[in-house]
C-alpha cells in the first residue's frame, strides 16, 4: 500500500467512526452495564463480562431482569466466585445454554484465583478465562478496556454485509467482515465504536425494513436502496433439526414432587429437573398425562409426562432428588423445558 492510499484509507475510516460515534452520541441506548457516552463514567469490567455472557444467543429485554438480580445479589466478582453453584444454577433458569453458567462460575474463580479478583485487560488474557470465547474477549477488551478490538456479534455482522454488500453465505463470511471491519476501528473509544454498530443494528439496520433514511452509514452503503436489502446477511441453507423424544416422571407424595438434579456434564447439566429417563429418536410407548415441545440448538424434543409411584430407590437415587413442595416449584430453579411442562401439569389439575 502507497503512503497515499494508507493515507486515504485513513481517512475513509476516520470519516466512518465519526459519523457512527456522532450517531452514537445522540441515540445510544439506555442499558443497565452500559456508561452512557462522554458521561465520563469508568465501565466496570464484571458488569461489562456478565452480561456480554447472558447476551449470548438472548435478547437484551430478556437479560435486564437476570442481569439486575444477579449484580444486586453478587455485586462483584469475588461474590459470584464465592457463591454456592446451585444458587447460581437456580438463578441462571430460564435464560437457557446452562453450560454457559458453569463456565460463568468457572471464570470468576479463575479471576480471584489467578488475577487477584481482577480482570486482566488484555484480549488474549480474557480469552484463556473459562467460558470465554473470541467474542466475549474482543468486546469486554474494547467495551471496559478501550482496546481497539475487532467486534463482531450478530448485529455487527448484519451492518457490515449491508454496508459492504458482502453477498458470502455465513458463516463463509465471517472472515470477509472481519477483514473489511478491522481498519475501521479507532484507536479512541473502540468501546463505544463497538456499541454504537450493535446499537445500529439493533435498532436502525433491522433485519426487517432497516430504516435506512435514518442511518449515519447510508451514503456510503452499498445496500442501501436494494431490494433485496434483507437478504443481507446471506443465511447458511437451514438443516433439517433431529426430533427427539423423553419421559419425564411425575412423582407426588403430600403436595410435594420428586425433583432431581441432573449431572453435571450434558444437556442442562446440574439443573434441577423432573425425573426421567434418556431422549432418544424412538417416540415412548407409553402415552403420558401432559407433553411439551421445545427447541433446542440442535434438536426438538417432545418430553411427555407420566405418573410414577415412588422415587427410584438406592444411595444415588435418594443422594441426587429431594421432595419439594408443589405451591413453591417457583422457586426451584427449574429449566425453561421443564417449567413448561409442570405448568402444564398444574393448569391441567387447576
Ligand atoms: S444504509 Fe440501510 S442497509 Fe446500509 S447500514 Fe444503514 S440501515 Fe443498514
Known amino acids: ?30 442499558l443497565p452495564w452500559r456508561i452512557a457516552p462522554n458521561s465520563g463514567g469508568v465501565p466496570d469490567p464484571y458488569r461489562i463480562w456478565l452480561a456480554e455472557v447472558m447476551l449470548q444467543q438472548t435478547t437484551v429485554a430478556a437479560v435486564a431482569g437476570y442481569f439486575a438480580r444477579f449484580t444486586e445479589r453478587w ?7 464465592a457463591a454456592d453453584d446451585a444458587d447460581v444454577m437456580a438463578a441462571w433458569a430460564g435464560l437457557g445454554y446452562y453450560a454457559r453458567a458453569r463456565n460463568l462460575l468457572a471464570c470468576t474463580r479463575a479471576v ?5 479478583g481482577i480482570f486482566p485487560d488484555s484480549e488474549a488474557a480474557l480469552r484463556a478465562l473459562p467460558g470465554i470465547g473470541d ?23 448484519r451492518v457490515i454485509a449491508r454496508h459492504r454488500l458482502i453477498e458470502t453465505p455465513l458463516p463463509m463470511a465471517k472472515r470477509e467482515i472481519r477483514a473489511a471491519l478491522a481498519p475501521l476501528v479507532p484507536t479512541d473509544r473502540p468501546g463505544d465504536f463497538a456499541q454504537a454498530l450493535m446499537d445500529l443494528g439493533a435498532t436502525v439496520c433491522t433485519p426487517r425494513s432497516p430504516a435506512c433514511a435514518t442511518c449515519p452509514l447510508m451514503t456510503d452503503c452499498r445496500a442501501r436502496g436494494r431490494a433485496d436489502i434483507e437478504r443481507l446477511p446471506v443465511k447458511p ?40 429417563g434418556d431422549w432418544s429418536d424412538a417416540r415412548p410407548s407409553e402415552s403420558g398425562i401432559v407433553s411439551v415441545d421445545h427447541g433446542f440448538t440442535h434438536f426438538d424434543l417432545t418430553l411427555t409426562l407420566v405418573r ?10 435418594a443422594a441426587e432428588g429431594r421432595w419439594w413442595p408443589i405451591a413453591d416449584l417457583d422457586a ?16 391441567r389439575d387447576a
Open 75 to 81: 455485586p462483584t466478582v469475588a461474590d459470584l466466585a
Open 332 to 347: 426451584a430453579g427449574l429449566p425453561t423445558l421443564y417449567r413448561k411442562l409442570t405448568d402444564k401439569m398444574l393448569e
Open 1 to 30: 500500500m502507497s503512503v497515499q492510499t494508507s493515507h486515504m484509507a485513513d481517512d475513509i475510516a476516520r470519516d466512518f467512526a465519526d459519523r457512527l460515534l456522532g450517531w452514537y452520541d445522540r441515540s445510544a441506548r439506555v
Open 237 to 276: 441453507p437451514k438443516k433439517a433439526k433431529p426430533h427427539r423424544h423423553g419421559l419425564a416422571h411425575w412423582i407426588e407424595r403430600d403436595a410435594q414432587v420428586w425433583l432431581v438434579r441432573r449431572p453435571g456434564k450434558g444437556m442442562l447439566g446440574g439443573m434441577r429437573a423432573l425425573p426421567g
Open 135 to 157: 467474542y466475549t474477549a474482543a468486546s469486554v477488551a474494547a467495551i471496559a478496556f478501550g482496546r481497539a478490538a475487532v467486534v463482531v456479534d450478530a448485529n455487527i455482522e
Open 308 to 317: 410414577r409411584d415412588a422415587p427410584p430407590q438406592g444411595p444415588d437415587a
Open 112 to 116: 480471584v484465583r489467578d488475577h487477584g
